[in-house]
Structure formats: structure tokens, C-alpha cells
């Protein structure tokens, strides 16, 4: 595309004394807590994952790594955009190209970009084509929770989760009842939105939700002086019912809107976007212990230029079947399979291509749990138009003693992504590109050091091959071609501790990894290799307090003749929340709090301390929502 996104899509002394100062206040919090504790005694909620097994699963039986970001989170932090919500979490870095509705890759420990899924409901958003699924574009108001599970998911998932899964679960305002917000806040941002639903009777409700943001930006580019805008306008529309035995819910979600920025010259620019799902899913039970689900979705992701006719396009069909049962109190049983045909087209610089590939995927998956064993096995079979055919797989194994407060695990699993259209047809396209694998392997404890504290330690170690690099063929006239030469190998140890109470919530996590491209021995681009984050709340009657804090080393970006360095950085959002009523509440948040000048790609800006405001109200809040 004729835009500094285009950019954005090729290939791609940390700061101790403020990783030992956070550590030190780490240490500190935790004392605090724990001194308290005793009035504090909150149990936690039990949270259920159903992206890291495809069925809903207890977290404390889910061995897979997993980051889930609830709603009480969401509303706190005031955030603007899906990506700003993960990137305080150890392993989650985040690249943006500038200001609001910019794009935006999330890196999951190490993997590139293009080797996260993203789903919406379950449904895949990444593009055919080269372009990223758009983090950016996910409205904070239209979340109810957001789950992450890092590492390869392949087997249950298909192509491109060899980093892991970003499942972003939308609200369901028919329970939580009608909620309004505004507000408004740095850069001139302005935003609103409604959430809500209607119980229809005989077991039917529906689920409304709609959310509009504008905002006057800044420049994109460090050698820019022209602000540069966005607007973004989402919708959330889910029916569900019961009819006969069979549960059924027909969705709809999409977000739109126009994106402002600079060019590679400094022109200023603009793109219109969209990307929807509409889905129709029949659960039924069969017999006592059974599930059976069909669902059929269909994807619209599209990006136009409107200086030129330049623009990007998926169209994606899909059927998606799985049949699971509890074969006993400790034994599951899961089967599933789907086919996908994708319509992928794109134009750029007067070159375009058109492609259509048909997908097949199925698996087999196998959950035990007996006393203090844990175990998972998943076998994964694809077979892709162009790519040809991959088996993945999964093997997670724990074990729990010490009165089951403490838990040792070990995982095993491998990954695979298929070429996208633009790696067989764009530039440089090679129709005979194989699919990028991976292995992985984990091993970790976990240990609960109270009712309300648990304590993470893990080691991975992630092999990437056949990755796909453009090799240039000649420099006069340039020339090249893309093909699967390149290899990469990380590894890492990740440690995380959290506490729950009442009055305090307090969460550390850390990460050292080294992602490495075994060619030249250099570091992948646009990963840090250490990061710590710290988020804190305190409750004072109506009021919440809360400090996130994110401390990442410097990170190599492309740059000519030569790669650059991006320096390290701390980052802290100040937030409040004054519950005035039962019904309204008023939140603020101070971004960047520190003041901190820092890069997330070479050349791009970031915001400035900015403050951002809002009003909720929640009719309903006073009597449980109804």
C-alpha cells in the first residue's frame, strides 16, 4: 500500500536501576498486603478459560500459560484500545505505528506479529492479507474480558498461533443490564458509548452495544508537526434463544472507521477501514454428559486508501463443528473440525493480486484430571490449499502436592503458520512458500502461598523454522523474492505473583527472553528482552486507586543503512475510579505519567502525560442489573 504502513508490514543497557527500584516496590506492596491480610480476606473468583482447551475450563486446571484481563480491569483502566490493556503483561509487546488507530502488532514472547491469533468471539480476525488484525480498532467499552494463552495452540486453532491466542470476548448487556459512558480527555478525545440488552422472554434475550471515539491525534512521525486524527464507530449485536433443546445465538460485530497519518514523505494521508464478523452457533447437549456445536461465520476485513485506489481486502467463510464429552468426573473427551474458504485481494503501486484458498481443520483432544495428575494431549491436523499439510500437537502434564498448594508442570507442543496471500502474490510473492513451524517446550511451577496469593515461575524455549524472509536478488534494478530460509530460536523465564483481596489487588510479572535469528545471530526486531510490569488498586470506601507500571529494556528496529536501537522506557498510568452512587461513577486516568519521551517503532511518536476522563451510569447498578 502507498502508506507509511506499508512499512509497518515488512518483516522483521535495559534500564536496571528502574527494574531493581520496581522490584524493590514490588517487595515493599507485598509486605503491605500481606500485613493486612487478615481483615483483607477476599476469596477470589474462580475464572474459567475456554481459549486454551476450546471448552470452558477451570483457570486452576489450565496448565497452558494464560493472562485474562476481566472486566473490573477494563473499566478501571480507562484504556482506549484492546492493545494498551495487554501491554501490561510480561511477554505482550506491543510495536504502534503513532498516535490512536495507528497499527499496532503484539510480539508474544518473541514470536513475530503475524504468528498471534486474534479472535473476536471466537471468531479469527486476522487478514489474508499482509496487514495485522486490528488491536487497535477494539474498543475497551464492547470487552468483557480478554483471554491470552501463550504459546502454541496450532492443534485446536489452525494456522498462525505459534506465538499463542488473543481471544477478546465481547460484553453480554442483556445480564450486566444498560450502561452509558462519556468522556473526554488529552488530544482532544472524545467518546461514548451504550451497552445493554433486553430479556425477551421464553429464554431469549438480546445483547446491544455501540461505542464512538474521535480524537484530533498527533503527529505520527518524529519529523512531523501535523496532528493526525481518528475516528472509530463499533457495534455489538447478539441474539440468543433457546429453541427446543438446542441453544442458538446469531452475532453481529463491527468497527469502522477513518484513520489519519503521515506518509514515508511526510504527506498527510488517510485510510478507511472495517472489519466484521457475523456468526450463527447451535449448541445442543447430547445426553447427560455431552455438547455438541455448529457455528458458521463470516469475516469482512478491509483498509482504502482514499488518495489512492490502493487497498487491502478479506473476505472469510467459515464451518466450524465440535463435539465434546465428559467421559467421567475426570476424563474429557473433544473432537472438532473446520473449513474455511478465504477470498484475499489487494491492490498497491498499480499491482494487485486476487486469491482464493480453501482450509481444513480438525483435532482430537484428550483432558484428564485425577487427584493430584493434570494432563492434556491434542493432535491437530491441517490441510492448506497452498501450503500443503501440518500436524500439530500439544502435551501438558502436571502434577500437585504439598496439600495441592504447589504444582510442577511441564508442556510440549508445536506450531505452524501458513503463508498469507501477500507472501505468495505481493511483492516479492512465491507461490511455493511452505508454512513457518515451531516446537516449544515449558516447564514451571505454580504454588498458591495463600487463599488470596499464587506465585508463577516458568522456562520456555521456542524453535522457529522455515521462516519467511525477502532475499534480494539484485539491487539494480531491486529485485527479490520471498522464501523460507530464515530460523529462529527463544528463549526465556517468566515469573509472575498476584494477590486478591478486597481492599488490595496487586499483580508483578517479569520476563527475560532472548529471541534470536540463528542466521546472524542477531535479536529479532521490536522485542525487549526484559520487561517488568506492576499493577496495583486500592479501595477507600467508594474510591479506587490504581498504578500500572511497565519497565521494558531497549529493542533493535529496522533502520538504514542499519538497524537502531530504541532505548528502554517506564511507563505508569495513574487511575481513579469515585463510585458517587450506586448507579454513577466518575474515572480518570493520567497516561504516562512520568512524562517518559520513548519509541514504540523508529521514527514513530507516542503520547505525551495526557488526561483522560469519563462518566458511567449505570441504572441498573443498585439492584443487581435487572
Keep these: 500500500m502507498s502508506s507509511s504502513n506499508s512499512a509497518f508490514f515488512t518483516r522483521s ?16 506492596i507485598a509486605t ?45 483502566s480507562n484504556a482506549g484500545d484492546a492493545a494498551e490493556l495487554l501491554r501490561f503483561h510480561a511477554g505482550l509487546d506491543i ?15 518473541g514470536a513475530e506479529s503475524n504468528q498471534t491469533l486474534v479472535l473476536v468471539d471466537g471468531i479469527r480476525i486476522n487478514p489474508g492479507t499482509i496487514g495485522l488484525p486490528g488491536l487497535q480498532n477494539i474498543r475497551p467499552d464492547m470487552i468483557e474480558r480478554i483471554e491470552v494463552v501463550k504459546g502454541p495452540r496450532s492443534a485446536l486453532w489452525g494456522s498462525d498461533a505459534i506465538g499463542g491466542v488473543v481471544n477478546v470476548v465481547t460484553r453480554r448487556g442483556s445480564q ?61 449485536l447478539a441474539l440468543r434463544a433457546d429453541v427446543g433443546a438446542a441453544e442458538v445465538t446469531v452475532r453481529h460485530y463491527r468497527t469502522e472507521g477513518t484513520t489519519e497519518y503521515s506518509d514515508y514523505f511526510l504527506t498527510p494521508v488517510d485510510q478507511d477501514y472495517v472489519t466484521s464478523t457475523t456468526a450463527a452457533e447451535m449448541r445442543l447437549a447430547v445426553g447427560a454428559a455431552g455438547e455438541a456445536r455448529v457455528s458458521v461465520n463470516h469475516l469482512e476485513d478491509e483498509i482504502e486508501q482514499n488518495q489512492s485506489p490502493d487497498f487491502l481486502k478479506t473476505d472469510r467463510n467459515t464451518l466450524d463443528a465440535q463435539y ?73 502434564y502436571g502434577y500437585a502436592f504439598n496439600q495441592l498448594r504447589t504444582r510442577v508442570y511441564g508442556l510440549a507442543g508445536s506450531g505452524f503458520r501458513a503463508p ?28 498458591a502461598l495463600a487463599p488470596q496469593q499464587s506465585l508463577t515461575l516458568s522456562a520456555f524455549h521456542t524453535d522457529i523454522e522455515d521462516l519467511i524472509d525477502f532475499t534480494v536478488l539484485s539491487y539494480d534494478p531491486f529485485e527479490g523474492i520471498n522464501q523460507n530460509v530464515a530460523k529462529a530460536r527463544i528463549q526465556g523465564i517468566e515469573a509472575s505473583w498476584v494477590y486478591t483481596g478486597s481492599l488490595w489487588q496487586a499483580r508483578v510479572e517479569a520476563i527475560y527472553q532472548d529471541p534470536r535469528d540463528l542466521a546472524d545471530d542477531s535479536r529479532l526486531l521490536r522485542r525487549a528482552q526484559e520487561s517488568l510490569t506492576v499493577g496495583l488498586t486500592r479501595a477507600f470506601g467508594p ?37 458517587a452512587t450506586p448507579s454513577l461513577s466518575l474515572i480518570a486516568r493520567v497516561e504516562n505519567l512520568l512524562g517518559e519521551d520513548y519509541e514504540l517503532a523508529s521514527t514513530y511518536n507516542t503520547p505525551d502525560r495526557g488526561l483522560y476522563v469519563s462518566m458511567r451510569y449505570a441504572p441498573g447498578a443498585g439492584n443487581g442489573g435487572k
Design 95 to 109: 510495536a504502534s505505528n503513532g498516535g490512536p488507530g495507528q497499527p499496532t502488532a503484539m510480539f508474544i514472547r
Design 420 to 447: 498469507d496471500a501477500t507472501d505468495r502474490f505481493g511483492y516479492g510473492g512465491n507461490p511455493g512458500l511452505k508454512p513457518e513451524r515451531s516446537q516449544n517446550y515449558e516447564v514451571g511451577v505454580k504454588h
Design 176 to 236: 450486566d443490564g444498560w450502561i452509558t459512558e462519556a468522556g473526554y480527555g488529552a488530544y482532544d478525545t472524545q467518546r461514548a458509548s451504550l451497552n445493554g440488552g433486553v430479556d425477551l422472554g421464553q429464554s431469549a434475550a438480546l445483547d446491544v452495544g455501540v461505542s464512538w471515539t474521535q480524537s484530533d491525534g498527533f503527529p505520527t512521525r518524529t519529523t512531523d508537526y501535523i496532528d493526525r486524527g481518528y475516528e472509530n464507530l463499533s457495534a455489538n
Design 543 to 579: 474510591v479506587l486507586l490504581g498504578l500500572d507500571v511497565l519497565a521494558t529494556g531497549d529493542r533493535k528496529d529496522f533502520g538504514f543503512p542499519q538497524d537502531t536501537t530504541l532505548d528502554g522506557y517506564v511507563l505508569a498510568n495513574l487511575t481513579a475510579e469515585w463510585r
Design 324 to 396: 465434546d464429552w465428559q467421559l467421567s468426573e475426570v476424563h474429557g473427551l473433544g473432537v472438532g473440525a473446520m473449513y474455511s474458504r478465504e477470498r484475499a485481494s489487494s491492490e498497491s503501486f498499480g499491482e494487485g493480486f486476487k486469491s482464493d484458498t480453501d482450509a481444513v481443520n480438525v483435532y482430537v483432544q484428550d483432558r484428564i484430571s485425577v487427584g493430584p495428575h493434570l494432563a492434556m494431549l491434542a493432535l491437530g491436523y491441517t490441510d492448506h490449499e497452498t501450503a500443503g499439510s501440518a500436524v500439530t500437537w500439544n502435551a501438558e
Design 13 to 28: 543497557g535495559f534500564l536496571r536501576i528502574s527494574i531493581h527500584g520496581l522490584w524493590g516496590a514490588a517487595t515493599l
Design 32 to 76: 503491605i498486603i500481606t500485613t493486612t491480610s487478615r481483615a483483607d480476606d477476599a476469596q477470589p473468583e474462580m475464572n474459567v478459560i475456554v481459549t486454551a482447551t476450546r471448552v470452558p475450563t477451570p483457570a486452576d486446571e489450565v496448565l497452558a500459560p494464560v493472562v485474562v484481563i476481566d472486566r473490573a480491569t477494563i473499566e478501571r
